[in-house]
């Protein structure tokens, strides 16, 4: 039963709009290490909807423009070029989601939490130091993007993953217990097809065990206390829980000290009210 049931959330990768590939060229191009705005605006206006949408999200309460932007050259001018290759990436995830076969409202909830994860792990990112923050928020939009194919599989399975959590499973166990596989291996499967580069793919795909990323465990143990911090912070939670032995790891991976994150709780309510307004902004 658990292989028909794992067979069926891999078949329906196939069935998920394929990403743009304007944006993987977007992609690519932010990696140069210097980045021309006119070259980037040049390349997302070859996508009409594309534009449309960045230009949304840029004129959204999540930047507090007094006026509109009319023009891609000009949210260049007025957000730079990391922000602006945020938005695209930002309005391919909502795009993706819009074309999923889950309900209306958990992809509003999967379009927010992907968010909330992507600007909580740049913030974090950019105080660690040394990971890219653009690889860091990248990470963070996709890490729970799974949920898209695992959410429309999951038939009468909803129940027995009640019950394994309710045991102690945590997400990542609980579905590979019950479907054979977890959110997060298939939003890597479904980066691979989309050729993205390796390192994110890893990532993601181990952010709930980052002691296995092969490439990078750093940027994955960040992915994975962002997610975890975004989560805190949004539910009004003590952050000394992320102190717990279940945190170590994360911590160690990253660097990062487990005592600094309360002074960072201000910082981050900002970020989760941005993001949102973005999730509101896309409608």
Excluded at 119 to 124: C, E, P, V
Excluded at 137 to 161: I, K, P, Q, R, S
Excluded at 180 to 194: E, N, P, Q, T
């Amino acid at each position: 039963m658990i292989l028909e049931r794992m067979k069926e959330i891999v078949d329906g990768i196939r069935t998920v709009r394929p990403w743009p590939p304007v944006a993987r060229r977007v992609l690519q191009l932010s990696r140069a290490e210097e980045v021309d705005p006119e070259d980037l605006v040049a390349l997302i206006q070859t996508d009409g909807p594309l534009t449309a949408q960045v230009l949304k999200l840029c004129n959204s309460a999540a930047y507090g423009f007094q006026r509109e932007v009319t023009s891609l050259r000009e949210a260049g001018t007025r957000l730079g070029s990391e922000a602006l290759v945020q938005l695209v990436l930002a309005s391919c995830v909502d795009d993706a989601l819009e074309g999923g076969a889950i309900p209306a409202a958990r992809r509003r909830e999967l379009w927010e939490l992907s968010l909330r994860n992507a600007l909580t792990a740049h913030f974090l990112a950019v105080r660690q130091g040394e990971l890219d923050p653009d690889l860091a928020y990248t990470a963070g939009l996709l890490c729970n993007f799974g949920y898209l194919v695992l959410d429309a599989h999951l038939g009468d399975c909803a129940a027995e993953l009640d019950a394994r959590r309710a045991a102690g499973d945590d997400e990542s166990q609980a579905e590979r217990a019950v479907l054979g596989i977890d959110h997060a291996r298939v939003a890597g499967r479904m980066m691979r097809r989309w050729e993205f580069p390796e390192l994110l793919v890893d990532a993601v795909e181990h952010h709930h065990e980052p002691g296995r990323a092969s490439l990078d465990p750093a940027l994955c143990a960040l992915v994975r206390l962002a997610e975890r911090l975004a989560d805190a912070v949004e539910a009004g939670e003590d952050l000394r829980a992320l102190e717990d032995p279940a945190g170590e790891e994360v911590f160690r991976l990253t660097g990062l000290d487990p005592t600094s994150l309360r002074g960072y709780e201000v910082a981050l309510q900002l970020e989760m009210e941005r993001a949102r307004a973005l999730a509101l902004a896309a409608g």
